[in-house]
T-cell receptor, first 111, second 115 residues
Framework: QQQVKQSPQSLIVQKGGIPIINCAYE??????FPWYQQFPGKGPALLIA?????SEKKEGRFTISFNKSAKQFSLHIMDSQPGDSATYFC??????????FGKGTSLLVTP | DADVTQTPRNRITKTGKRIMLECSQT?????MYWYRQDPGLGLRLIYY???????NKGEISDGYSVSRQAQAKFSLSLESAIPNQTALYFC??????????????FGPGTRLTVL
């Protein structure tokens, strides 16, 4: 059973737009929700992460919104740039659990 | 990230061959992981190790085995490679315990092709 469901699979936005990527998780024991960014030919790298004690976290142009009751969280990229074009993975994990990754979203930001 | 290294970076092999992928880390982390990445399927966990004496199967362990030779080294073996094991393989590490224990640091990946 897939523990983390991510959508959309791919996304195209214009420069300056606000792409939104959504994830839903199953296990209520999860308490750590990171987003990873992967550029072609590279390994994924941690972008931003949130714990369920807050509903939102911002780091620069990247924001995570978290809805504990709905078991959903999302990534928003403000003022998106062509350099943000990458694959984004959400994940969920907790004490005693390995991270469960979503299937990824390929983002293209056009000039 | 030079803190997590994987060898080889690329490998082409034939069906039935035994192959080993190696991972080394200088981050001093206790926990190490092996993932495979396939287009449209994301990252899937093969095996993970929370310390040298602890090995756990992940989502897709069939056809794979691992060895944790030391805190810094974690190897993945394909005893008899088959074409559907063609994929991009990543090693990752994380700290054990504490508030940041789940942050994972990935190596550069090994592209494996099984003919």
């Amino acid at each position: 059973q897939q523990q983390v469901k991510q959508s959309p699979q791919s996304l195209i936005v214009q420069k300056g737009g606000i792409p939104i990527i959504n994830c839903a998780y199953e296990n209520t024991a999860f308490d750590y929700f990171p987003w990873y960014q992967q550029f072609p030919g590279k390994g994924p790298a941690l972008l931003i992460a949130i714990r369920p004690d807050v509903s939102e976290k911002k780091e620069g142009r990247f924001t995570i919104s978290f809805n504990k009751s709905a078991k959903q969280f999302s990534l928003h990229i403000m003022d998106s740039q062509p350099g943000d074009s990458a694959t984004y993975f959400c994940a969920a994990g907790g004490v005693g659990y390995a991270l469960n990754f979503g299937k990824g979203t390929s983002l293209l930001v056009t000039p | 990230d030079a803190d997590v290294t994987q060898t080889p970076r690329n490998r082409i092999t034939k069906t039935g061959k035994r192959i080993m992928l190696e991972c080394s880390q200088t981050k001093g982390h206790d926990r190490m992981y092996w993932y495979r990445q396939d287009p449209g399927l994301g990252l899937r966990l093969i095996y993970y190790s929370f310390d040298v004496k602890d090995i756990n199967k992940g989502e897709i362990s069939d056809g794979y085995s691992v060895s944790r030779q030391a805190q810094a080294k974690f190897s993945l073996s394909l005893e008899s490679a088959i074409p559907n094991q063609t994929a991009l393989y990543f090693c990752a590490t994380s700290e054990g315990g504490g508030a940041r224990y789940n942050e994972q640091f990935f190596g550069p990946g090994t592209r494996l092709t099984v003919l």
